[in-house]
């Protein structure tokens, strides 16, 4: 979908940039059936801890209802847009997809931001190979869905906010950075004027912030038969 600009009322507007979602709605109101209300927890989990930092405000907004388990087989309806759902056995390979199951039946849990989609690779015996957006190639049993095609949205990543108090408005606090504390902080703190950051980036709390693998489950390194390759450092 095509991106909108904003007549420029002020310095902020100029430059800002926004999805346009005429394609989706075509002047009609959204579909209040498939919409619920959105609650706020302000980054905080069950316990009321902060567990995500810089969180908080913002507008109210509603949560658009999205079927990511497509098990609406033989159920009888009214179509009102097309959106083509099958298992990776009746899919052609080289064919681009999105919203993986890694499991059958447990709905889509792969290739769901926008914009993104993967390539169904091969397919062997009881498991297909999929290669994901990220680079590396994974292996999915043959009867889990798949939708066809890629995610829309495609200019998502193009998008400027233009001001801070758009930000705001998205339910985003401000966030100071770790270099301009002091060295009881935040680990990057310290030094006379903008000193360099030493060794890897470190959370407020001295754990790595960059550049760790996070992926830690042998259960499921089996299915992984291929790695993303590393980007390299301009």
């Known amino acids: 979908m095509p991106l909108k600009q904003y007549k420029a009322t002020s310095p902020v507007r100029r430059f800002r940039q926004s999805a346009s979602f005429e394609e989706l709605t075509k002047g009609k109101a959204r579909e209040r059936s498939l919409t619920e209300r959105k609650l706020q927890h302000a980054g905080r989990n069950a316990q009321g801890r902060v567990t ?13 209802k999205i079927d990511f388990k497509r098990d609406k087989d033989g159920v ?3 179509v009102l847009a097309i959106g083509n759902n099958l298992p990776l056995e009746n899919i052609p390979t080289g064919t681009q997809i999105h919203g993986v199951e890694l499991q059958p039946g447990r709905g889509a849990q792969l290739v769901r931001a926008a914009g993104t989609a993967a390539q169904l690779v091969a397919k062997e015996g009881e498991y297909a190979q999929i290669r994901l957006p990220s680079g ?4 999915v049993h043959i009867r889990c869905r798949a939708t066809i095609g890629q995610i829309g949205n495609v200019e998502h990543e193009n998008q400027k906010v233009g001001g801070a108090g758009h930000k705001r408005h998205m339910g985003w606090r401000p966030a100071v950075r770790g270099v301009v504390m002091s060295p009881r902080d935040h680990p990057h703190g310290g030094g006379e004027a903008k000193s360099p950051v030493g060794g890897m980036a470190q959370t407020p709390w001295g754990k790595p912030a960059m550049g760790l693998k996070t992926r830690n489950n ?3 390194d089996r299915f992984v038969t291929e790695r993303p390759k590393k980007r390299k450092s301009k």
């Open 136 to 139: 590396g190639i994974r292996v």
């Open 218 to 220: 042998p259960r499921t």
């Open 52 to 64: 995500t930092r810089h969180r908080g405000g913002g507008e109210k907004r509603s949560y658009r």
């Open 76 to 78: 009888p309806a009214r």
